[in-house]
């Protein structure tokens, strides 16, 4: 099986721009979470969605969002960006039938200058 | 408290050292655990995955819960280059249906 991808790897974008990061999950895998790794705060909640509905949302502000489509592909999106927010970005998908062990893609590393 | 705690190191062993790995955790409800391995630049990769207490060993890794303790180990046989990485501990926070992660411990392996 394909595992997670994730699209695209690299990304720079400058302060107050909007960015939007794709994730494609493991086939026949329907929950899809996101996370925030940084130097200082380590890997980091964001969101998680299954069957296209957000189940449980992290500490996060409101300028992180995101959405599931159909297909169970993901995308998340921040809006006017910050420095702060330069990070890797990973995405992960996982089966209830494994006991939601999570299955991590290469992520998105965003630079904001 | 952070809910998960671990040593970041860096910890740097010879080649063909037993490396061990901790975390503690502080919700005793907790019962999924998980050790990912990270190489730079990579996603985490999942490398053991172990239900409530006591030992899973695959191949030269071997994972270890202490529930009652709320301590969990990974420990590493027979070291090898290939290992250097950083090791993440996680535990499922089934409530909130998310990872909680440890900080990683950076581990380098000297040939």
């Known amino acids: 099986k394909a595992g997670v991808t994730q699209t695209p790897r690299y990304l720079i974008k400058t302060r107050g721009q909007q960015v939007t990061l794709s994730c494609s999950p493991i086939s026949g895998h329907r929950s899809v979470s996101w996370y925030q790794q940084t130097p200082g705060q380590g890997l980091q909640f964001l969101f998680e969605?299954?069957?296209?509905?957000?189940?449980n949302k992290g500490n996060f502000p409101g300028r992180f969002s995101g959405r599931q489509f159909s297909n169970s592909r993901s995308e998340m999106n921040v809006s006017t960006l910050e420095l702060g927010d330069s990070a890797l970005y990973l995405c992960?998908?996982?089966?209830?039938?494994?006991?939601?062990?999570?299955?991590f893609g290469p992520g998105t590393r965003l630079l904001v200058l | 408290q952070k809910e998960v705690e671990q040593d970041p190191g860096p910890l740097s062993v010879p080649e063909g050292a037993i490396v061990s790995l901790n975390c503690t955790y502080s919700?005793?409800?907790?019962?999924?655990f998980m050790w990912y391995r990270q190489y730079s630049r990579k996603g985490p990769e999942l490398l053991m995955y172990?239900?409530?207490?006591g030992n899973k060993e695959d191949g030269r890794f071997t994972a270890q819960v202490d529930k009652s303790s709320k301590y969990i180990s990974l420990f590493i046989r027979d070291s090898q280059p290939s290992d250097s990485a950083t090791y993440l501990c996680?535990?499922?926070?089934?409530?909130?249906?998310?990872?909680?992660f440890g900080q990683g411990t950076r581990l380098t392996i000297n040939p």
């Open positions: 992960a998908s996982s089966s209830p039938g494994q006991g939601r062990t999570q299955y």
């Open positions: 919700n005793s409800a907790f019962q999924y």
């Open positions: 969605y299954f069957s296209e509905t957000q189940r």
């Open positions: 172990t239900y409530s207490s």
């Open positions: 996680a535990i499922l926070d089934q409530g909130a249906q998310k990872l909680v």
